[in-house]
T-cell receptor
Framework: QKEVEQNSGPLSVPEGAIASLNCTYS??????FFWYRQYSGKSPELIMF????GDKEDGRFTAQLNKASQYVSLLIRDSQPSDSATYLC??????????????FGKGTMLLVSP | GAGVSQSPSNKVTEKGKDVELRCDPI?????LYWYRQSLGQGLEFLIY????????KSGLPSDRFSAERTGGSVSTLTIQRTQQEDSAVYLC??????????FGSGTRLTVV
């Protein structure tokens, strides 16, 4: 069983719509959760992190965490073509992933059409 | 520096040669990580340094790979007797303890 799973996509949404990106993880002991954005040919950049169950909002981005369901999501409101990228979910703190290192999913490609 | 600096940005080497990749983390970041990313693949953990503690080498794929971090700052990843399957982008990241990573721009390694 893969430790961090994401749908590879592409997820296609029109400009202005809400994009919903999902991630599941296998290690129930995981403590913290991160979303990174990676443009083609570039390195990942941190968008948000979340530690507690519920929602965390930052501008157009909302991270949602449900530890009971082992599920993390990222919502992007008012999607822009510049949001087109691969979004990586990463998990830290579980036994399987190492308490101090991030385990990454393979990412979901998002395409926002004008 | 303002960000994580990696060099070289690109490296083409012949199969069987040794290569060294360098990472200069953000000043003050105590943790340093090496990952690699192959085309179409996810980020694969290689090695983690935290302060003066022994590094976590659990992700190194073979004994051809080694890394060191001198003075708690700059790190060098060495790959001996390179193979074609070593071709990938090697990413270095640093963080405060427990924080999210800041990645460097990576070194694209091509073994021919």
């Amino acid at each position: 069983q893969k430790e961090v799973e994401q749908n590879s996509g592409p997820l296609s949404v029109p400009e202005g719509a809400i994009a919903s990106l999902n991630c599941t993880y296998s290690d129930r002991g995981s403590q913290s959760f991160f979303w990174y954005r990676q443009y083609s040919g570039k390195s990942p950049e941190l968008i948000m992190f979340i530690y507690s169950n519920g929602d965390k909002e930052d501008g157009r981005f909302t991270a949602q965490l449900n530890k009971a369901s082992q599920y993390v999501s990222l919502l992007i409101r008012d999607s822009q073509p510049s949001d087109s990228a691969t979004y990586l979910c990463a998990v830290k703190g579980g036994l399987n992933s190492g308490y101090s290192t991030l385990t990454f999913g393979k990412g979901t490609m998002l395409l926002v059409s004008p | 520096g303002a960000g994580v600096s990696q060099s070289p940005s690109n490296k083409v080497t012949e199969k069987g040669k040794d290569v060294e990749l360098r990472c200069d983390p953000i000043s003050g970041h105590t943790a340093l990580y090496w990952y690699r990313q192959s085309l179409g693949q996810g980020l694969e953990f290689l090695i983690y340094f935290q302060g003066n503690s022994a590094p976590d080498k659990s992700g190194l794929p073979s004994d051809r790979f080694s890394a060191e971090r001198t003075g708690g700052s700059v790190s060098t990843l060495t790959i001996q007797r390179t193979q074609q399957e070593d071709s990938a982008v090697y990413l270095c990241a640093s963080s405060f303890t427990g924080g999210g990573y800041t990645f460097g721009s990576g070194t694209r390694l091509t073994v021919v």
